[in-house]
């Protein structure tokens, strides 16, 4: 076995000191709920009949409670192009696990909002906090204890971190996720930047622009830009919660059938009872998700360049493991982890360019044989986390998983330990007089690591993009976009700033971002402090900045600070929030919020409502 790095080691070591005893009151929860909590044994006559009532074919199998019944919890719906092919996923995989005398059930469905729908609207506040309601949801689907199993269908941005949220919390289940794969490239991404900037600029029209969207966004499966959905994918690998190499095989071939099979009939082979004896293969979720298996998804979040929201959902999702993950951690695993992909945001080839090069499978191989991943974790498939680092192949109609490619079939796009692109992750931890902010330096050009120019302070992206039209931000600025944060609004993320921004650093400025909201894995090659903790709500320091102060953004020296004076500093009053939070006018759902927006907290913790009143 390969030596751990000792960069990774020690914070690794760091983090189960840190939990131990909330991991430990963590594990009794979920060996309770296993040996004495409410499953199909112990429902009464009357509720086991509700239980089958409508199963059809597997009713007689479920009322004789002899084989594994499997929960589903689906995040279909046929508006959004990465969640469509799941509607008929669930039938596929009863016929599965007839296959292997189980049965399965829908036990429940769980929103799924695209933020590349909301982003600029005023929706876009509910996003972050629909995390929250896709792991009560999925919660409420297997509270029925009518499963020995589940499967999660989910893919996109709040929804994995919710489910994952939601399926820790019924930790004594095997739990497979479960993807549906990018949709096939279309317009190429840079050509469909260029189109958004020429737009912004007044050059041409919306016609132009919604043509060169729909060329790009035009079929089924996720958004091929390497964003949070996709982000996604490669955590559940890097977990061992999908089959080996299932994340970016493309909707509706037959690979992507025989790999959603493979799960099903896996899941009968990890179950707590299998023929009527007690399995000694069990894998539970809430034991596959220890602090190595936490520790892995970092890594590769930084290895890969992923979405800078993780740095919001991964302390989430560990929390529901009572497993104690902050900001320092990822920060020092980002100055030891190599950039070995460079996908769309970070470079021009998307996720599916990334996966012929040779994806996942070659990534983790990379990652254990260096000893930057733990390979000792409960994976759903194998022996380790280094079994999965194979490439599912259909030959005579059948699957196989070959071993990962020797070399990278593109090393514009994908490169080995031994030739990364860069020698660190890719994601800095800032910190100053103004709070505690991610920057993710990985798509910035390292000269525009510092920026150091005075404040433009605005409390929404629209001001930013009126003052941008007007030419008001034709200068060096840092733009500051406060109560952005998960107490003011429900942290949306700022895409509208993403284009004007861009352009003003074309045009020679030097520009960044300061906010207490979210950008996402698109926020691109502008320098951005985002996810600033303490928020501004919340009595944080953005508060008290005025116009015209100076700040700096230092990405190379982890600083983010005003450069005003510490008695002046210490005697500013904090600015008020501004009045359009006023519930009672909201609108579009967002009122029905505002006990989320109370008792959430601080970005670092992850921004959870449910997490925090719950005490984990």
């Known amino acids: 076995m390969t030596a751990m790095h000792p960069i990774v080691a ?4 760091r983090i189960i000191k840190r939990s131990s005893e909330s991991r ?9 709920a296993r040996e004495a909590g409410v499953n199909r044994p112990s429902l009464s006559c009357g509720n086991l009949a509700h239980g089958f009532a409508a199963s059809g074919d597997d009713k007689t199998a479920i009322r004789g409670g002899k084989a594994l019944n499997i929960g589903i919890i689906t995040a279909y719906n046929d508006m959004l192009s990465a969640h469509q092919p799941y509607g008929r996923y669930p039938e596929q995989i009863k016929i599965f696990a007839r296959e292997k005398g189980a049965t399965a059930q829908v036990a429940g469905g769980v929103p799924a909002m695209c933020d590349g729908v909301t982003q600029g609207q005023d929706s876009m506040e509910l996003s972050l906090f629909s995390r929250d309601v896709i792991a009560m949801s999925a919660a409420v689907g297997l509270s029925h204890g009518m499963f020995e199993g ?19 919390r019924f930790g004594h289940l095997p739990t497979i996720f479960i993807p549906a794969g990018p949709m096939p490239s279309g317009l190429a991404n840079r050509e469909k930047q260029r189109i958004r900037q020429l737009y912004a600029e007044g050059k041409v029209g919306r016609e132009e622009l919604l043509e060169a969207e729909s060329a790009s966004y ?10 949070t959905a996709n982000s996604n994918q490669m955590m559940m690998e890097m977990m061992g919660l999908h089959m080996p190499g299932a994340s970016f095989t493309n909707p509706g071939s037959k690979l992507r059938s025989e790999l959603t099979r493979s799960a099903v009939h896996r899941m009968t082979e990890i179950s707590w009872e299998k023929d009527g004896e007690r399995n000694g293969d069990y894998r539970p979720i809430g034991r596959c998700i220890d602090e190595k298996a936490i520790v892995n998804a970092i890594v590769g979040l930084l290895a890969t360049g992923g979405s800078t929201n993780h740095v919001l959902h991964i302390p989430a999702m560990a929390r529901a493991a009572g497993i104690n993950v902050n900001w320092d951690d990822i920060d020092e695993l980002s100055s030891t982890v190599p950039m070995l992909a460079r996908v769309y945001p970070n470079g021009a080839g998307d996720v599916n360019y990334f996966a012929a090069a040779g994806g996942m499978p070659f990534i983790i191989r ?12 409960l994976t759903v498939y194998g022996d380790g986390l280094r079994a999965g680092a194979k490439e599912p192949m259909m030959r005579d109609d059948v699957l196989h998983w070959d071993e990962a490619p020797e070399n990278s079939g593109d090393d514009s796009i994908l490169r080995g330990v031994d030739n990364p692109f860069s020698a660190d992750g890719g994601m800095r931890l800032v910190k100053g007089n103004l709070g505690r902010a991610t920057f993710k330096n990985s798509a910035v050009a390292q000269d525009r690591w510092t920026i150091e120019a005075p404040a433009a302070i605005f409390d929404n992206q629209h001001d930013v993009v009126d003052a941008f039209k007007a030419g008001q931000l034709e200068r060096d600025v840092v733009v500051v976009v406060r ?3 998960p107490c003011a609004n429900g942290m949306p993320e700022l895409h509208k700033l993403t284009t004007p921004l861009g352009v003003l650093q074309e045009r020679g400025f030097r520009v960044a971002l300061v906010t207490d909201g979210r950008m996402s894995g698109a926020s691109g090659k502008v320098p951005a402090a985002i996810h600033v903790s303490p928020e501004a709500a919340s009595g944080g320091p953005l508060s008290k900045l005025r116009d015209g102060d100076m700040v700096r953004v230092c990405a190379k020296h982890g600083i983010l600070e005003a450069l005003v004076a510490d008695d002046i500093w210490d005697a500013r009053d904090n600015a008020p929030m501004p009045a ?22 601080e970005a670092e913790k992850g921004g959870s409502a449910m997490l925090n009143v719950a005490g984990l």
């Open 10 to 13: 020690k914070v690794t070591d």
């Open 24 to 32: 430990q009151a963590y594990l009794n929860m979920i060996d309770r």
């Open 150 to 168: 589940a499967l999660m269908l989910g893919l996109c941005d709040k929804i994995v971190p919710g489910l994952v949220i939601g399926a820790l």
């Open 218 to 227: 035009h079929g089924a499966g996720t958004c091929t830009f390497y964003g």
């Open 366 to 377: 990379e990652l254990v044989d260096a000893g930057l991943a733990h390979d000792d974790i």
């Open 483 to 485: 109560f952005q944060g």
């Open 580 to 601: 359009p939070h006023d519930t009672a006018n909201m609108g579009t759902g967002r009122e029905i919020f505002e006990m989320m927006r109370r008792f959430s907290d």
